[in-house]
């Protein structure tokens, strides 16, 4: 049986800093448009895009 510890050992990949700062990234590229939408009439996008684009950011950040 495998225990947490193990897999936190043999996990591979980025540290805690670095994959915290990927998705703090991820999650501003998704706010700049948000709050664009707020304060601006040219910026309209649909909930769709925001699903789409906020699974592809957090598949890449899991990719790492």
Known sequence: MTTLNTMEST????????RLA???TAA???AV???AMI?????NLGTGRFHRHGRLA???VRKC
């Open 22 to 24: 990927l998705w703090g």
């Open 58 to 60: 957090g598949d890449a």
């Open 33 to 35: 448009p948000a709050i």
């Open 28 to 30: 501003a590229l998704l």
């Open 11 to 18: 996990r591979t990949g980025l540290s805690g800093k670095w």
């Open 39 to 43: 304060f601006t009439g040219e910026v």
